[in-house]
């Protein structure tokens, strides 16, 4: 129980932090191309009170977390608030629109890149701890490749449908798919994290072990 415990607290520090950094990158994206709405709002900080979701950072963690207590694996997952940004400010809004949504995915993929450099010296370093710092840096990975994927995911208000709607040309269908999608993002997300969620995990697997080489968390 200990042991599961102290997972469960290192799981949801990176969570928080992994989050922070994804809203960060939007914010700093979105002022690099004109727009100073994060900065103004005071998005742009470390400090995790400004960036926390009720439901995302909290509530669907913990829900997430129950098997843990039973002793059985589980990875956690959730959001921040997102970050704002006004599209008035945007020389060329479609197109910057995008760049700002897959800012924060691409920072956790590096995040995740890193560690998993980081994860493939551990395994010949013959010192007490390092299978331990191994797994901890397993955790980073893992739960950064899945923040990525599930972000780019095309369902509002996740990033990746602002990349869609971007790439989408300039028709009635696209019209009519982008006010669908709108409408019923909400409904969409969460029958996707209760029924659909198990279709990106063999995508977070292969990705894994590109960058953390043949290892497994479980």
Not at 74 to 87: C, E, L, M, Q, R
Not at 171 to 197: D, H, K, N, P, Q
Request: a neutral charge; hydrophobic letters at 55%; zero cysteines.
């Amino acid at each position: 129980m200990e042991n599961s415990f102290l997972i469960l607290i290192f799981q949801l520090a990176v969570l928080i932090f992994s989050v922070m950094i994804h809203e960060i990158s939007h914010g700093y994206v979105a002022e690099n191309l004109g727009d100073p709405t994060a900065r103004n709002e005071g998005r742009l900080t470390l400090n995790p009170l400004k960036h926390l979701d009720p439901f995302g950072s909290v509530i669907l963690p913990l829900i997430l977390s129950i098997p843990i207590f039973f002793g059985q694996p589980s990875i956690i997952f959730g959001w921040a608030k997102p970050v704002p940004y006004n599209p008035a400010y945007l020389k060329n809004p479609k197109s910057g629109a995008a760049k700002i949504a897959a800012a924060g995915p691409i920072s956790n993929l590096v995040l995740a890149a890193i560690f998993g450099i980081l994860i493939r010296f551990f395994p010949h370093m013959n010192y007490a701890g390092a299978d331990t710092i191994a797994l901890f840096f397993g955790f980073i990975v893992y739960i950064n490749i899945l923040l990525a994927i599930f972000n780019l995911m095309p369902i509002p208000p996740l990033d990746g449908s602002k990349v869609l709607f971007s790439l989408l040309p300039p028709t009635e269908s696209s019209a009519r798919l982008v006010f669908f999608l709108e409408r019923y993002g909400l409904i969409l997300l969460l029958m996707f994290i209760f029924f659909g969620f198990g279709l990106i995990i063999p995508l977070v697997d292969f990705i894994y072990r590109i960058f953390a080489g043949p290892t497994s968390l479980f």
